[in-house]
């Protein structure tokens, strides 16, 4: 069955900080891996989009890794900001375009 | 930029009643989809369109939904008969056709089934 796999499920950091979010996935076949941030009550917007050729993507403070031997992708936040709390969903796009969300990881940054 | 835009933002309904979400895609996009998200949960694939006809869809989308695209611009979800475990957000994308780059979601419509 697809699924996608995130871990911590939520994390509590101090503004300036670093984190690391994890995924895992197991969805067959790959088309893309994705991490969008989702504010609370409203839509999806994407951070990154990788291939399976693709082994880092930056954007800004967010830098994605994936894995596609072992299916493992992470989101590293670097000096953190107030404004990065929300939900980090890990998202993993099938051939026909669907995505298939993971449940995401609650980040809440303290000042 | 362009968006996706969803209304209404938010809809309250009875139970058993008919509820239609409209979506207005990216103009040059060529693929469509709903999905939803129960508070609390992921969100989770509903259907996907193409052509004027559905590409896919998930177990969700029973004999109770349906999808149109009525004129050039709008994308709709019909509920036909709503139940309480409906009540969720629902949101729209769209894609243009090549690659993934332009997958765009809109804002969501949150739908509450009383």
């Known amino acids: 069955k697809n699924q996608v796999e995130q871990s911590p499920q939520s994390l509590i950091i101090l503004e300036g900080k670093n984190c690391t979010l994890q995924?895992?996935?197991?969805?067959?076949?790959?088309?893309?891996l994705r991490w969008y941030k989702q504010d609370t009550g409203r839509g999806p917007v994407s951070l990154t989009i990788?291939?399976?050729?693709?082994n880092t993507k930056s954007n800004g403070r967010y830098t994605a890794t994936l894995d596609a031997d072992t299916k493992q992708s992470s989101l590293h936040i670097t000096a953190s900001q107030l404004s990065d709390s929300a939900s980090y969903i890990c998202?993993?796009?099938?051939?026909?375009?669907?995505?298939?969300f993971g449940k995401g990881t609650k980040l809440s940054v303290k000042p | 930029e362009p968006e996706v835009t969803q209304t209404p933002s938010h809809q309250v309904t009875q139970m058993g009643q008919e509820v239609i979400l409209r979506c207005v895609p990216i103009?040059?996009?060529?693929?469509f989809y709903w999905y939803r998200q129960i508070l609390g949960q992921k969100v989770e694939f509903l259907v996907s369109?193409?052509?004027?006809?559905?590409?896919?869809k998930s177990e969700i989308f029973d004999d109770q939904f349906s999808v149109e695209r009525p004129d050039g611009s709008n994308f709709t979800l019909k509920i036909r008969s709503t139940k309480l475990e409906d009540s969720a957000m629902y949101f729209c994308?769209?894609?243009?056709?090549?690659?993934?780059?332009?997958?765009?979601f809109g804002s969501g419509t949150r739908l509450t089934v009383v």
């Open positions: 103009s040059n996009h060529l693929y």
């Open positions: 994308a769209s894609r243009a056709g090549q690659g993934f780059a332009g997958y765009t």
């Open positions: 990788m291939t399976f050729s693709e």
């Open positions: 995924c895992n996935y197991t969805v067959s076949p790959f088309s893309n």
């Open positions: 369109f193409y052509n004027n006809e559905i590409s896919e």
């Open positions: 998202v993993v796009a099938g051939s026909q375009g669907n995505l298939i």
